[in-house]
């Protein structure tokens, strides 16, 4: 009985690692059929987030200013607390939306990273795999 179970065991193992071997063989391929223009998405969202972060600073500097000076007028009483208030909340807002696009450009960038294979190392590869 024990010999049957180790003439079953020889021949599943090296089935089971030739299914294994193909499947990855086939979810490569794949992959390597979408890389152009998974690329192309990637360089598109850096684009598009890089555009947004500038638009975003560029506003937040204004809204900066403009805090700045209804703080001014409502310490010289020609402003009520209200309108510093939305002024306050306009500026919060605009650096939120400065930082979630300086959040969604740094995970695009690490999207890319990831599809080009700047940290992809093989387990026996003893070299880092840093650009």
Same mark, same amino acid.
């Given at each position: 009985m024990? *010999?049957?179970?180790a003439?079953?065991? %020889? $021949? %599943?193992?090296?089935?089971l690692?030739q299914?294994t071997?193909?499947?990855?063989?086939?979810t490569c391929?794949?992959?390597?059929?979408?890389v152009?223009?998974?690329?192309l998405?990637i *360089?598109?969202? $850096?684009e598009?987030?890089?555009?947004?972060h !500038?638009? $975003? %600073?560029a506003?937040?500097?204004?809204?900066?200013q403009?805090?700045l000076v209804?703080?001014?007028?409502?310490a010289?009483g020609?402003?009520?607390? $209200?309108? #510093?208030?939305?002024?306050?909340? =306009?500026?919060l =807002?605009?650096?939120?939306?400065?930082l979630?696009?300086? #959040?969604? *450009?740094?995970r695009?960038?690490?999207?890319?990273?990831?599809?080009t =294979?700047? #940290?992809? !190392?093989?387990?026996?590869?003893?070299?880092p795999?840093v650009h």
């Open positions: 024990p *010999h049957k179970i003439l079953l065991l %020889a $021949l %599943a193992v090296p089935l690692a299914s071997r193909e499947m990855n063989e086939l391929r794949k992959l390597e059929a979408n152009g223009r998974e690329l998405r *360089h598109r969202d $850096l598009a987030t890089e555009a947004r !500038q638009s $975003l %600073a506003a937040s500097a204004a809204a900066e403009s805090a209804v703080a001014q007028n409502l010289g020609l402003a009520s607390q $209200l309108e #510093y208030r939305l002024t306050q909340n =306009g500026l =807002g605009t650096k939120s939306g400065l979630d696009a300086t #959040y969604q *450009h740094n695009a960038a690490a999207e890319w990273d990831r599809a =294979g700047r #940290y992809f !190392q093989f387990s026996d590869d003893t070299a795999n």
